[in-house]
Structures are given as structure tokens and as C-alpha cells.
């Protein structure tokens, strides 16, 4: 039986195989919600999904799209601002 601290579920299940052919489960931090747009607030590609801490290793340009908005807007929406920016209407 796990620990109370454990059967929470604060934390996700990890669940490694020993050499011994057993299989135990290691508790480690739930990563964080994926990014979304903030326009149709659907779930955002090309936006790595982890830990600041891993976060912080990898490059820039591999946390977010690198065109105008990335990481903030999807291309949809993207296109349908900067069509509606070029027909002179409020955006
Ligand atoms: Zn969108």
C-alpha cells in the first residue's frame, strides 16, 4: 500500500521495470497543461509540454513556432488576424 502522501494523486504514477522483472511505481510531478491559443483556445503545436526546469535547456526556437505570434496564436487564427488587419477592419 502506498504512502498516504501518494494516494492523492497529486503526482502521476511512473511505472519501471526492474531487472528483476518487477514492475515498481515511481512518483514524479504532473507537468504542466499544454499551451493554447489565446484566441480559440484550442491546444497549440510545436509548444513543448514540461517542466521549467527542462524548459530552460532546450533552445528558443524549439519552444515555439518561430513566425509572428508563435507560441501565443495558432497559424488559423494568425491568418485570420493579419487578413482582417489587411482589409483595414478592427481585429
Ligand atoms: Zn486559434
Redesign the pocket.
Same mark, same amino acid.
Given at each position: 500500500m502506498p504512502r498516504g502522501m501518494f494516494k492523492s494523486g497529486r503526482l502521476r504514477k511512473i511505472f519501471v521495470k526492474t531487472p528483476g522483472g518487477e514492475t515498481h511505481i515511481h512518483y514524479r510531478q504532473r507537468k504542466p497543461s499544454k499551451a493554447i =491559443?489565446s484566441? +480559440?483556445k484550442?491546444p497549440l503545436a510545436g509548444v513543448p509540454r514540461e517542466m521549467p526546469a527542462t524548459l530552460r535547456n532546450i533552445p528558443k526556437t524549439a519552444k515555439r513556432p518561430e513566425r509572428p505570434y508563435g507560441g501565443v496564436? =495558432?497559424s488559423? +487564427?494568425l491568418r485570420v488576424m493579419f487578413q482582417q488587419k489587411a482589409r483595414g477592419e478592427s481585429a
Open positions: =491559443c484566441a +480559440c484550442k496564436l =495558432c488559423v +487564427c
